[in-house]
């Protein structure tokens, strides 16, 4: 069954960190482009970041830059979104998705996973 699947998501302190993980069945991320949106209550989904797993180039939103990395292991199959100095609003359901080149807009992606829950609060 070709699928994406998040795991990692949880409630954090604020300054904490979390690690999640996109992990890729029934195919090879191979040279597909991986990306995190996340969407918080009553507001629409955002672009956090996204990889080139071929060249292993990466972007960031500005709202994450220097707090988030994405971190891919080619062996596992595996992107993940390394997420410290947390905020609260960070607090979202985070998803991740496929697409051809790593852009910036939701319908660039065609393949989504089911997303996973990150709170930031004290």
């Known amino acids: 069954q070709v699928q994406l699947v998040e795991s990692g998501g949880g409630q954090v302190q604020p300054g904490g960190s979390l690690r999640l993980s996109c992990a890729a069945s029934?195919?090879?991320?191979?040279?597909?482009?991986i990306g995190w949106f996340r969407q918080a209550p009553g507001k629409e989904r955002e672009w956090v970041s996204s990889i080139s797993t071929g060249d292993g180039s990466t972007y960031y939103a500005d709202s994450v830059k220097g707090r988030f990395t994405i971190p891919k292991d080619n062996a596992k199959n595996t992107v993940y979104l390394q997420m410290n100095s947390l905020k609260p609003e960070d607090t979202a359901v985070y998803y991740c998705a496929t697409a051809r080149r790593p852009g910036l807009t939701e319908n660039e992606y065609t393949l989504w996973g089911q997303g996973t829950q990150v709170t930031v609060s004290s």
């Open positions: 029934g195919f090879s991320l191979g040279y597909l482009a």
